[in-house]
């Protein structure tokens, strides 16, 4: 045979060639396979003998089978791998019902395997014919516009093209924390309407320059709203520092520092001010800022100058210890506004939680506006006397949020925590029993109380009642009657006859688990607010344990088959279980607001639980833990993801974020929302999902990816005559503009930081309105971003 004619060999050796990478490719598939099987056959294995889903099982045991069979260069493994797929893909619609958030870490994993497998290498690898490039780029088509749709249905919805500048508006002001002396966060301002909000723009900004303090807090928390008299804005830093600035253009026209001491402090925090003017405002401080301090002052500063009111107390300021015992700074201070109510101003006290059993009294007292002399105090453990005593009892439960007050009624409305320690309740006194977690209707004249409303019987799990009470007025019949409305950490909202306390919507008493840990116990009953929704807390079942991955997902499931859940209250015991809704919420101190217009109550809520166990003396001391100002322990956040002391009670305790293996919520989305509430009907008109996706991912890396998810909320929002709700309160740095009727998104903007403070609206002498909000990062993550007061405005167009 000639030498050039040709033969087989060639043909063989490139056969040859092309088959051993492709041998390769395959094998490099299904050894990445084989772990994942495994921990899906062994996880999924331990699922089922806790009680839980068999699918991990069997979808293991399938991968398994194909990777064998990958392996082999068999086309039944991929085949196995499509059947393992489509029992996915049913398993995991009849699971979630279609949620997309749901369905992700169910489908995304296994899809992309998938993938790999219909890649023309691999599919030779096992002997299948190669599937036409056709096919692979209407896939990425498809996939860029599944995922274009979804970054466009989180984006604002577009506007008509309204004019910029509308015509002058009269001045209006904000002359509360909450607006007016009801908190309901309410603007009569209607410059700014859903029509023309996406054109808003920073008008101004202003810096205070907070900054820790070396030995200080480490963890700094602007969440403070301003307040507008005239046209000045007043507020504070987290230092205490006070500002007055002009409110058309932010610049400062005079400060105060009170030269707080935050040594030791786990942080430094300033939710707002409070004003009064006198029958002569031109007079020396005849109008007064008043200020309650990180270091238990309360200050009197004259709005006009900044200078302090020396007829006030000692040199313009009291001193709040008095009366409290010797105690440790740092577990004794304030953070949020004092409130004026009738002739008197009026604050509480924060104390640090779970520290010790005797923690400084909760007493609440009102200080005679001009002289600063104590004219009433509420005591707790003595709430009769009403005069102020030289000494009160420790261990009783303090308001550290905010008052509201009833004029014509004479009332201040004081919401009460839970007395310490947050998670044992076994020795607390009757005082204390009373009053934890508990709405207090006094006499602004005299402090004797007038009615008690209890949200939680006998607290173990910190459900203070940490929202300030709103004031409104509700429908009853064919009559609007003068209400109060609170929300607790429980989700639960109780509306309540202002004058006398009692429930205006039905509370029925419900049986709740059982079984404190020894030498506690439990209430029978809690209360429940039957005929209004319940925010944050949707009960948790395995189907609704999340992750970013089937595995880790896995992982959350048996955790939540191991850990000990019966629902809303069940009781911490030295075991983990699972608290839900978690210690902060539910709803927080950001509260409500309520469109009186529209009669439409406004609420954000988080959806997060957390895991709770008691510990014993033994672990506390083997923990290192003692009560904060104990000499060798410095306040930090890593102190507190230790535990907490709990020092006099038989336990401390331990409370932690149930999180994944990757530090993602092992329940799934959202983890915090906005929902709008029919007053008048009781009944949910919207609910949305708050929060963008692309600040939050695995192991604390941002995911950057442009889809709504939900996320924790911290601080409040308000609404406006024209229709507009305005909130930021997530971690994801965003202002938002919401349609209060329909919860459409109107506008959105990225601030400098996020913004866990409330914001507040206005009509400067200018005729604009403005949007304000303070902007200085999360307190909890130590971000200490920079403080930046923020202001929005329409655009000033020439009018020619």
Known sequence: MPQDLPGPVPATRDRCDDVRPSRLAVRIVSGLLAPVALILTVGGGQLVLLGGSPYYLVAGLLIIAAAILLWRGDRRGAGIYGAMLAVTLVWALWETGGDLWALAPRLIGPAAVGLLLLLPPVRRGYGAPPIHGGWFIGGGVLIVLLFTSGAWLSQPVATDNAAAWPAAAPAS????????????????????????????EPAWSFETGAKPRPGGAGALAFEATPIKIGNRLFLCSPHNVIFALDATTGGQLW????????????FANCRGVAYHAFSDPAAPCGERIYSATIDARLIAIDARTGARCRDFGRDGEVSLT?????????????????????????????????????????VVRGYDLASGKSVWAFDPADPERGTPQARYAPGTPNMWSVASSDEKLGLIYLPFGVATPDF???????????????????????????????????????YDVASQPVLTDIRVGNRMVPALVSISKTGQSFILDRATGQPLSPVVEKPVPQGAALGDWTAPTQPFSVKMPVFGAPPLTEATMWGLTPIDQLWCRIAFRKLRYDGVFTPPRQDWSIQYPG?????????????????IMIVNSTNMPTLNRLISAQEVRALGLAPMGTPGQTPSLERFRLGVPQTGAPYGAQNHMFLSPLGVPCIQPPFGTLSAVDLDSRTLLWSRPIGMADSMGPVGIPSHLPFTIGLPTLGGSITTASGLTFIASTPDQRLRAIETATGRLLWQTRLPASANATPMTYVGKDGRQYLVIAAGGSAALASNARNVLVAYALPQVSRR
Do not use: C
């Open 255 to 266: 400060r105060f520092d009170p030269q707080t001491m935050d040594m030791g402090h786990a």
């Open 322 to 362: 008095d009366g409290i015992g010797n105690y440790s700074s740092v577990l004794y201070y304030v953070t949020s506004t004092p409130v004026v109510s009738g002739n008197v101003v009026v604050t509480g006290s924060y104390g640090l939680d779970g520290q010790k059993m005797d923690q400084p009294s909760g």
């Open 173 to 200: 002001g904000w002359r509360q924390w909450g607006n007016g002396a009801g908190g309901d966060r309410f603007a009569t301002a209607t410059q700014i309407t859903p029509a023309n909000v996406a054109r808003l």
């Open 424 to 462: 044992f309740g076994g020795r607390r006194s009757p005082g204390a029993e009373r009053f934890s977690n508990a709405i207090v209707a006094v006499d602004n004249r005299t402090g004797r109380p007038r009615w008690t409303f209890q949200t939680v019987h006998h607290d173990l799990w910190d």
């Open 583 to 599: 210690s902060a919420g539910g709803v927080n101190w950001g509260s409500v607001s309520i469109d009186r217009q529209r009669r």
